[in-house]
């Protein structure tokens, strides 16, 4: 993976968190519309610790690394325990909004994936056009 497509992920997050709040705002839902941005601040912070723990902790062939990453899980997973438990006692918050957050992070980055991907296959048809050479048919 390229360094510069998670920097592309996070304009995209910003990008649908802008879509969202313009639509909570519009319906008059100023609750929502901070839920939405404290799930999607989660999601983006869970993605932003994936982008600097995995290159420094994944070294092929080490042990430690595995050990390392079980800890870095079981620390972010308490963590957002925590954070659940005060966003559920905060009775304010739109629990389904703030989880909407976390759902639009994930859903920029498999936008970001499935864009990706298919740039990558229209290339491939731009060097074989028709299918024929990819194939081993060849049209007439």
């Known amino acids: 993976m390229e360094p510069d ?12 968190w802008g879509l969202a709040l313009v639509w909570c705002l ?4 100023l609750w929502l519309a901070v839920s939405l ?3 999607m601040a989660l999601g983006t912070a869970i993605l ?6 995995i290159p420094r902790i994944i070294v092929p062939g080490a042990v430690k690394s595995r050990k390392s990453l079980i800890k870095y899980a079981i ?6 325990a925590v954070l659940l438990f005060f966003l559920v006692r905060w009775k304010q918050v739109s629990l389904l909004g703030f989880c909407g957050g976390i759902v639009l992070v994930h859903a920029a980055i498999l936008a970001k994936f499935a ?4 740039v990558e296959r229209r290339k491939k048809q731009k060097v074989c056009p028709g299918g024929g050479a990819a194939t081993g048919t060849e049209e007439s």
Do not use: D
């Open 5 to 16: 497509f998670v920097k592309k992920i996070y304009k995209s997050v910003i990008l649908l």
């Open 26 to 29: 519009a319906l008059w839902k």
């Open 37 to 39: 941005t404290l799930g």
């Open 48 to 53: 932003a610790s994936f982008a600097y723990i």
């Open 75 to 80: 620390l972010k997973y308490l963590l957002i």
């Open 115 to 118: 864009g990706a991907y298919m």
